[in-house]
């Protein structure tokens, strides 16, 4: 999982510096699909079929994948706006 995140957040950064500028509410949206796809391939990993739903939540929360690295666009974005003030 963690080469799968690494490789996440090469694609996530560079996305993240192209559009940082466009509208906030595109990020939190964003970041819950791409945790939700990672779920997904834990769900599979571990013999279960179908995309994350129910329990995984609770099995893998968003604090999960931070502690991994996972890189958040939505957090990103209030820093960079924190910058500019």
Request: a positive charge; hydrophobic letters at 40%; glycine letters at 8%.
């Amino acid at each position: 999982m963690e080469t799968m995140i690494e490789e996440v957040n090469r694609t996530t950064a560079g996305w993240f510096n192209y559009f940082q500028h466009s509208l906030r509410h595109v990020f939190p949206t964003l970041d819950g699909w791409v945790r939700q796809r990672l779920r997904s391939i834990l769900r599979r990993h571990h013999k279960g079929s179908g995309g994350a739903r129910g329990l995984d939540h609770q099995r893998w929360p968003n604090a999960y994948f931070a502690e991994l690295g996972l890189i958040s666009m939505a957090l990103a974005r209030e820093k960079a706006s924190q910058c500019l003030k």
